[in-house]
């Protein structure tokens, strides 16, 4: 999945108001961030196999350290305590370390068989992405009722705090259309680098922006 992850950051906002939306961004989105430092360093592997699925042409061979459900489970603890050592309440550390492990029933969802319980453990996954218009109107819904969650739980300051929210969904919104209408990419080495630059701009966009929001 892509902006269904996006969609829990969003809606995690109304329960946390005080964190910033850069930081529900990475928690939701950790384990997509250190999927391809991973793949780079040579721990995880990923294969371009196009019509693997009707979705997406990348073969997630294997991804232990990032996508197992006991490996998100463990990062979501380490980025839940991190946050609560840091000053963050109880509840909205439980609440990070909820996201991380939401990256996982959500790629659960949408993967073939391709996701681990745990490294070396059985392969699980629903298909979403086997069907392209049935991926678009799930993962769509989750992207607009989150949107709608922020936007209705903050408020622009000032005029950065309303474009730069616009600019940012729609953003989102191409990058996950041109992703599977642009066709195969030309190298592995695309597909990380791709995914690295892409995942922190859009952390790094998500709290520029945030700051020019408040809650209401
Ligand atoms: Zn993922």
Redesign the pocket.
Known sequence: MFVGHFALGFAAKRAAPKLSLALLFAACQL??IM?PVFVAAGFESVRIAPGITAFTPLDFVSYPYS?SLVALSLWGIVLGSACWLLGASRRASLLIAGLVVS?WTL?FVSHRPDMPIYPGGALWGLGLWNSVPATLIVELFLFGSGVWLYSSATRAKDAVGRWSFVALVLFLLIVYVASFASGPPPSVAAVYWAALVGGLVIVGWSWWTDRHRQAV
Do not use: F, P
Request: charged share 35%; net charge negative; proline share 0%.
């Open positions: 384990a997509d999927w996508h990256h790629d």
